[in-house]
């Protein structure tokens, strides 16, 4: 029996790096200074509002301030009060990409802190991600595993961006109202209002580094921290410039944290090469900052999609 000739196939050619493929490297830890990811939640005249406000004017230490307001000026009632001042951008439709732009307009606009007010329209509120889910079932059959695939995006998308903006960034939510029967002072039961769970994605609290929770009585609740001073703390009318200054001891105690300004000038620069595009965007990516927020012109963008788009038109032009 004549064995056939072996077959020579021609090995695949080895592909050019792109953005993303870069190696996984474990390196030292080390304590970074960091900026605030505040959240409040509480029922309605629980005085969210207002803590978180005077919170993200302590926090952005006579810097500027700008208000994220979805609450139909609520906050601007405040203007005057104490000292704080702010700009504020109104908002009357929420969906998850217009907040991502708002984010990337004031990151542009360079404000050291940021109020939103609140973010639990953009979960339920008009053209949020539950009426986006919606809409995408609605085209697919009302399927609702298609729905969620175009809204899961949006909603993670506008968490990176929250995430990445380069200040401080507090944001109140509205709680799911519940009653419970309590025994007053005399033992009579008599019902009480209770705020059991923010009105956004199922345990977004994780994405925060502490997460209060208000009640009626004006009484902050600290159900999570990661800054020591403020763990399990329950302070009744909370002095929000009391604690913006327990977390900036916290969050200043570290070494000098990346700055997201810096990494994009070295993506500007005239000099630039794919290259050196594809290292700055390993690099970022190394430091979490890929989602930082970014206006290109009119489009909000990321700064990890900012530096690919350059380093592939510089490759586009190169092999012209």
């Given at each position: ?20 493929d ?31 406000l005077?919170?993200a ?27 704080i ?14 907040l ?33 889910v919606?809409r995408?079932?609605?085209r ?12 899961t ?21 509205r ?35 502490v ?13 999570k ?29 570290g ?22 595009l594809?290292?700055l ?5 190394a430091?979490g ?32």
């Amino acid at each position: 029996m004549t064995l056939p000739a072996p077959k020579r196939t021609a090995q695949p050619a080895p592909q050019e790096a792109e953005f993303g493929d870069g190696e996984f490297v474990f390196r030292p830890a080390t304590k970074e200074q960091a900026k605030a990811r505040v959240a409040l939640m509480g029922v309605s005249g629980s005085g969210k509002t207002w803590t978180g406000l005077a919170l993200a004017h302590g926090l952005a230490a006579g810097g500027r301030l700008a208000v994220i307001d979805t609450e139909r000026g609520s906050a601007s009632k405040y203007v005057g009060t104490r000292g704080i001042q702010f700009d504020t951008l109104q908002m009357y439709r929420y969906d998850p990409r217009d907040l991502v732009k708002a984010l990337a307009v004031a990151a542009k606009a360079g404000f050291d802190a940021v109020l939103i007010d609140s973010l639990s329209h953009f979960w339920k509120g008009t053209d949020g991600t539950l009426e986006q889910v919606d809409r995408a079932k609605a085209r697919y059959g009302n399927n609702s595993f298609a729905g969620w695939k175009e809204g899961t995006p949006m909603q993670n998308q506008m968490i990176d961006a929250l995430l990445s903006y380069p200040g401080h960034v507090v944001a109140t939510m509205r709680a799911h109202t519940e009653w419970s029967l309590e025994r007053n002072k005399s033992g009579v039961l008599e019902p009480k209002r209770l705020g059991t769970r923010a009105e956004q994605r199922r345990d977004v609290e994780y994405e925060f580094d502490v997460v209060g929770s208000m009640d009626v009585d004006t009484t902050l609740t600290v159900i999570k921290s990661r800054c020591p001073a403020l763990h399990k703390q329950v302070l009744k009318e909370p002095d929000g410039a009391q604690v913006a200054r327990q977390l900036l001891g916290w969050l200043e105690d570290g070494a000098r944290a990346a700055d997201p300004g810096e990494y994009l000038e070295r993506a500007q620069a005239p000099d630039a090469t794919y290259e050196g595009l594809l290292a700055l965007y390993a690099e970022v990516e190394a430091r979490g900052l890929l989602a930082s927020p970014y206006l290109d012109g009119e489009t909000p963008t990321s700064l990890g999609e900012y530096i690919r788009a350059r380093g592939t038109a510089l490759k586009q032009a190169g092999a012209r």
